[in-house]
């Protein structure tokens, strides 16, 4: 089976996050919540040039998620200032200044008492074009129901582990600094391909001098990433021992998954194993803090399928649009490429060859 493509354009993936913010009024706030809207940038780059705008040290700049680089995202970010019309005017024209590919601007949302915290975003939703698909899936999904409910495993995602077109390694950074190895870090970093990566390349001093240059949320996300790494290998261990044949092991990107091949299959994961716990690293009150937490190994949704049509930048092969929504912690590429082989499954298509799966953009 050929995996479809994911994210060929900006414009194939579009992500507005969901949270429910408690708001208070303007005389009795401290900070501003605003909703940003970017393309071309990560989330730590979008806050740093916000914390630019307003004249606020970064730290005063905060976000509930992380949304992809390559991609057009809208998500809440909290500026620890109550900010006028005219600031923020002012900042959206510094964010039209940086060009199409790599534009933001923010809209005003209200006011309040405290800032956005990691993790508290209800969720996001979706709306992706999938490209290069078959004839098969192609009249599978024009001729099926418009809405689908899938089940799927919950890993986290290749973007978890890198920048679009640079080395999967954040992993193996956040290994290096958990081991207190700053040298090897820094060497990994350099070779990321990220805006961090671009900074590490022009430090000449020791590498212990450059981590604290850094926005401290930096490197404690290079940890979580760590953590993350483990926590897929050992979901696509409980999978591959619940799904027997019923399962597909894959390489996309240089990073190792277990794809299960019917909806049966995950299901079985989930009644065996419905979380497994995970280490998780905030930066909170000045310091890196480790705690673990239960993660769901099984996520649903509805997938609504919009529309199918040739697709102009594959000749011969088709095009799909979709929709749906994900809780916090829920990777979209993911689902999208799980729910394709499950339907490639169903029709006798087989397993996806694991080539063909790393070319594929996820």
């Not at 916000?50 to 909290?78: N, Y």
């Not at 079985?268 to 497994?276: G, S």
Request: proline share 6%; hydrophobic share 40%.
């Amino acid at each position: 089976m050929h995996l479809p493509l994911l994210k060929v354009l900006p414009e194939d993936f579009r992500v507005t996050e969901t949270l429910g913010l408690e708001t208070a009024a303007r005389d009795a706030s401290t900070h501003t919540y605003l909703l940003l809207w970017k393309r071309g940038l990560t989330t730590h780059e979008a806050l740093g040039a916000l914390a630019a705008a307003f004249g606020v040290d970064v730290r005063d700049v905060a976000a509930a998620g992380l949304k992809d680089e390559d991609g057009i995202t809208e998500q809440f970010v909290s500026v620890r200032a109550v900010l006028s019309p005219e600031e923020v005017e002012r900042a959206n024209a510094r964010g039209r200044s940086c060009g199409e590919d790599r534009a933001w601007r923010v809209t005003p949302h209200g006011s309040g008492t405290a800032p956005l915290r990691t993790g508290e975003l209800d969720g996001n939703c979706f709306r992706l074009v999938v490209r290069d698909l078959d004839e098969p899936l192609a009249t599978a999904l024009a001729e099926g129901p418009r809405r689908h409910t899938h089940f799927f495993v919950n890993y986290y995602d290749t973007q978890r582990f890198g920048v679009p077109g640079g080395p999967k390694q954040t992993h193996l950074i956040g290994g290096a600094l958990l081991a207190g190895d700053e040298d090897t870090a820094l060497d990994l970093l350099r070779r990321s391909g990220s805006a961090e990566g671009k900074r590490a390349l022009d430090h000449q001093g020791p590498a212990h001098e450059f981590w604290p240059r850094l926005d401290p949320r930096v490197p404690v996300f290079y940890r979580c990433a760590h953590a993350s790494y483990e926590w897929n290998a050992r979901v696509r261990a409980l999978l591959g021992e619940s799904a027997g044949a019923e399962v597909a092991h894959v390489e996309r990107e240089g990073l190792p998954y277990a794809f299960a091949t019917t909806r049966e299959a995950v299901l079985r994961l989930a009644v065996r194993r419905p979380e497994l716990d995970y280490v998780r690293y905030r930066w909170t009150d000045g310091a890196c803090v480790r705690s673990t937490a239960a993660r769901p190994t099984v996520l649903q949704t509805h997938i609504s399928v919009h529309r199918v049509e040739p697709d102009p930048l594959h000749p011969g092969r088709f095009a799909c649009a979709v929709s749906f929504f994900l809780p916090s912690g829920g990777y979209a590429t993911g689902a999208v490429h799980q729910w394709f082989v499950q339907i490639a499954g169903a029709l006798g298509d087989g397993a996806p060859d694991p080539a063909v799966a790393a070319g594929g953009r996820a």
